[in-house]
């Protein structure tokens, strides 16, 4: 696909592009049909293959005790055949060019009268942009007030303020990770299925983890039942 197509074809295919796209395709398609027909004579060796069957033919008749093939070689029939290839080629590949151009100049004639439809795509996907970073903007929002509101059953009923989540994830932590690791420090969890926690003491610090993990630090002796 061209810079040309790339740049405009999402905002709608004009009927002169898509003509000229039809007629590309028919040139290429006759060019192809084309190369496959003269494949035996059209590359560089096509003289080494030719010699190459002759050699092989002689060989044969000569040990099966015939008379050497008589009439066109198969060197002088690809020899017949080579000018015209070259000529049909050459033809088929200039028109496949020519499409290729006739496509860029489509666009070029084309692209000018387009510039009202690609203003509206521009306003629609503005418009689209602020309103995903909104629903994004309260979506986490929403997630940071769930978290903090979660851990709260928990200690709703201590003299204590309710835990706090304080800042934004780091590096490419995403926000809906951070609040995860939040809740999970309090011993709880999102999901309804999620692992059972278990509070232990690493290094004197209360930590909440999974019940297996707990366990086996706790075995190691890594950490204590809190």
Same mark, same amino acid.
């Given at each position: 696909m061209s810079d040309l197509a790339q740049t405009y074809s999402p905002f709608g295919m004009p009927k002169a592009v898509s003509a000229a796209e039809a007629e590309r395709d028919k040139a290429y398609d006759a060019l192809g049909d084309a190369e496959l027909r003269y494949a035996d004579v059209a590359d560089d060796h096509w003289q080494a293959r030719a010699h190459q069957r002759d050699a092989e033919a002689a060989k044969a008749a000569t040990l !099966?005790?015939?008379?050497? #093939?008589? %009439? #066109?070689?198969?060197?002088?029939?690809?020899? @017949?055949?080579?000018?015209?290839?070259? %000529? &049909?080629?050459? @033809?088929? +590949?200039?028109?496949a060019l020519q499409a290729d151009n006739a496509i860029t100049l489509a666009w070029q004639q084309e692209a000018p009268g387009m510039a009202d439809d690609i203003r509206a795509a521009y306003v629609a996907a503005e418009k689209a942009e602020a309103e995903a970073e909104k629903a994004l903007r309260n979506a986490r929002g929403m997630m940071r007030h769930a978290a903090r509101a979660l851990v709260g059953t928990k200690h709703v009923q201590s003299a204590g303020p309710l835990p706090r989540i304080?800042?934004?994830?780091?590096?490419? *932590? !995403?926000?809906?990770?951070?609040?995860? +690791?939040?809740? !999970?420090?309090?011993?709880?969890? &999102?999901?309804? =299925?999620?692992?059972?926690?278990? @509070? &232990?003491?690493? =290094?004197? *610090? /209360?930590?909440?983890?999974?019940?297996? &993990? @707990?366990?086996?630090?706790?075995? /190691?002796? !890594?950490?204590?039942?809190?």
């Open positions: !099966a005790g015939k008379p050497l #093939p008589t %009439g #066109p070689s198969h060197y002088e029939q690809a020899a @017949a055949l080579r000018g015209e290839a070259m %000529g &049909v080629l050459e @033809a088929l +590949r200039g028109k304080d800042g934004n994830p780091s590096g490419d *932590m !995403a926000h809906s990770e951070m609040f995860r +690791r939040f809740i !999970a420090s309090h011993g709880m969890s &999102v999901d309804t =299925d999620g692992p059972e926690y278990r @509070a &232990v003491l690493i =290094d004197g *610090m /209360a930590r909440y983890l999974p019940a297996n &993990v @707990a366990e086996k630090l706790i075995s /190691a002796g !890594a950490a204590q039942r809190a």
